[in-house]
């Protein structure tokens, strides 16, 4: 009977989190989300980069 029951969504994904509720669609749609995420955290590390060289340059002068 608790299998009938909506499972709450999660509000977070949380990393070592229990996958086994989760419906394949459920793991491709995290994976998506994830991979958005990667692609973003990437660009960031890459505009922080360019800034500390900026920096680095002004300063070594």
Do not use: N
């Not at 229990?18 to 890459?46: G, K």
């Amino acid at each position: 009977m608790d299998d009938d029951r909506p499972r709450p969504v999660p509000t977070a994904i949380q990393p070592g989190a229990d996958l086994t509720p989760l419906s394949v669609e459920e793991i491709e749609a995290r994976i998506a989300l994830l991979q958005a995420e990667i692609l973003r955290l990437e660009a960031a590390l890459v505009g922080k980069r360019a800034s500390r060289s900026a920096a680095d340059a002004v300063f070594k002068l």
